[in-house]
């Protein structure tokens, strides 16, 4: 459904506040279609990849790991961001090795999820993993990881009991599950 109502929002000013290793923080003024002046405040993020590493057997295997800015251990499914120049599909890759141990025979793109779409430029790559294959793990030095391989039917459960809060991870279990009890692979395929 098209609107024919023009809702862009055109940039007057930009300053940059902030600029981290990984984020920079921007407060734009704009020219709303109505005229009108805004101000936003927004965090301009690399982007990331996500994958649902499939062990088979309907078993995924995910992550634990401390987040700190909420102060928890979180279960995970794998992630990274996207460093400079690299494809998301590489980005997937390197972070499966280093965080699980494992890399995959096949790779595909399900998704690209929008995470926070009032205040960072965030997109994530959502990716499948099958064919998976042992190799090393090398956990960045800065990261205390343990890798727990679950039944889809388990980790939605704990899902449903709310034991598993993060975003990109609810998510791609909902795709896992959808892929491994109801074959949706093949539609995801044929729309790439």
């Known amino acids: 459904m098209k ?8 940039k007057i000013d930009s300053q ?5 290793r990984l984020l920079q923080v921007y407060n734009d003024m ?12 927004w965090i301009k993020h690399p982007g990331a990849a996500v994958v649902i590493p499939y062990l088979g057997n309907g078993q995924i295997l995910m992550v634990r ?3 700190y800015p909420v102060r928890q251990t979180m279960l995970e499914l794998p992630a990274g961001k996207i460093d400079p120049g690299e494809q998301s599909v590489a ?11 494992y890399t995959p ?10 995470t926070c779409v009032g205040y960072s430029s965030e997109c994530l790559f959502l990716y499948w993993a099958n064919g998976l294959r042992r190799c090393d793990a090398h956990p960045d030095e800065d990261e205390l990881i343990e890798t727990v391989a679950l039944d889809i039917e388990e980790a939605m459960s704990r899902l449903y009991r709310g034991e598993i809060t993060d975003a990109k991870t609810i998510i791609g279990l909902f795709w896992a599950d959808n892929i491994i009890n109801r074959g949706q692979l093949n539609l995801v395929s044929d729309k790439r």
Do not use: P, W, Y
């Open 105 to 114: 025979e096949k790779l595909t793109e399900i998704s690209r999820i929008h």
């Open 30 to 41: 704009v020219r709303l279609s109505n005229g009108n002046i805004a101000n936003r405040e």
């Open 91 to 101: 980005t997937i890759r390197r972070e499966l090795a280093e965080e699980t141990g």
């Open 3 to 10: 609107s024919s109502t023009s809702f862009e929002e055109i």
């Open 16 to 20: 940059r506040v902030f600029d981290g």
């Open 65 to 67: 790991q401390f987040r």
